[in-house]
């Protein structure tokens, strides 16, 4: 199978994964106790206000229809319009999407030389001493819940060194202009995945190493390093791009944690604000959003890993 029709059958299946994601987020934001309408009728609310927001909002239509509709819209590109503040849910969502791009951008951008450099050296020493430090602490770190590391890291280099400020509070609106905010959220976010990829990279390397492919290129004298680099490496990588796109995935809860753990007004911080608002057409677009962007991530790291793969091997 060539590479152009693996990835339209790929392509066809995320997009019918969307659809499925879209309806069971329907379903489920339809059997949350309550609706925008209870929340905006206030601390004691009267029935026939209720009665009235209701019939405004459209919430006494039946849930057939307005899921039809909803789906209608969300292919003509139309995510609806917020229930609690009536703006576009789209310009809501253009709001809160700037921190956590920057938070999982730089995340990204980071992750991959740190997870494939620290992999490539332990296997390099392997059974040696920096191979045991190195598998020792991705073992331990990645043992630690986000939050709770989140939580530990604020405590010690927040509050009591001072070294970075210990939530978003106050900050710019673009947390590129004060880095110093971005060091221990981006440290929360690293910490688990750089363990999960290294460790990926270090076992398919070592795996590589010892083939005999790598040991004919040896047999003919070329470089060590180019052995590695060029031989060695593009075989272990194949896994490490799969959990690269696991990590993607995981990457949307954990910008979750983190922005509520350092009060970041990001995607995480309107994602939790509306649910408790009951502000359903952002629940649902933001879900779809997710859903979409895991199947993106799923779909390149697929084709990645397909092209990685021997030819024989397919």
Do not use: K
């Not at 019939?55 to 209608?72: F, I, K, S």
């Not at 075989?235 to 944690?257: C, E, F, H, K, M």
């Not at 509306?274 to 779809?288: F, G």
Request: proline fraction near 7%; hydrophobic fraction near 55%; charge should be neutral.
């Amino acid at each position: 199978m060539n590479l152009t029709r693996y990835a339209l059958r790929r392509l066809l299946l995320g997009a019918v994964q969307v659809v499925a994601v879209a309806t069971l987020v329907f379903v489920l934001t339809e059997a949350l106790p309550g609706d925008a309408a209870v929340v905006l009728a206030g601390d004691i609310p009267d029935e026939e206000r209720i009665a009235q927001l209701r019939h405004a909002l459209e919430l006494d239509r039946p849930a057939v229809e307005r899921w039809a509709d909803w789906l209608a819209g969300l292919a003509r590109g139309d995510l609806g319009v917020s229930l609690v503040s009536g703006r576009p849910v789209a310009e809501v969502l253009t709001g809160g999407l700037p921190p956590t791009l920057v938070l999982a951008g730089i995340t990204l951008l980071l992750l991959v030389p740190l997870s494939v450099g620290a992999g490539v050296i332990a296997a390099v020493r392997h059974g040696r001493l920096l191979d045991r430090v190195l598998t020792t602490v991705t073992v331990g770190l990645y043992s630690i819940p986000e939050f709770a590391l989140g939580v530990v890291l604020v405590a010690l280099f927040a509050v009591r060194l001072g070294w970075f400020p210990p939530t978003a509070v106050g900050a710019p609106p673009n947390l590129l202009e004060q880095p110093a905010l971005l060091v221990l959220p981006l440290v929360v976010l690293l910490a688990r995945p750089v363990c999960s990829i290294s460790r990926l990279v270090r076992a398919g390397m070592i795996d590589a190493l010892a083939s005999g492919y790598v040991a004919h290129a040896r047999r003919l004298g070329l470089p060590s390093w180019r052995v590695r680099l060029t031989h060695a490496l593009p075989n272990a990588l194949a896994p490490g791009v799969q959990q690269l796109a696991r990590t993607t995935d995981w990457l949307l809860g954990g910008v979750i944690v983190v922005e509520s753990v350092f009060v970041i007004p990001g995607l995480g911080t309107l994602l939790n604000d509306s649910v408790a608002a009951r502000d359903i057409p952002v629940i649902q677009a933001l879900c779809v959003l997710f859903a979409t962007t895991t199947v993106a991530v799923n779909l390149a790291a697929d084709l990645g890993a397909y092209r990685l793969v021997p030819a024989g091997a397919r």
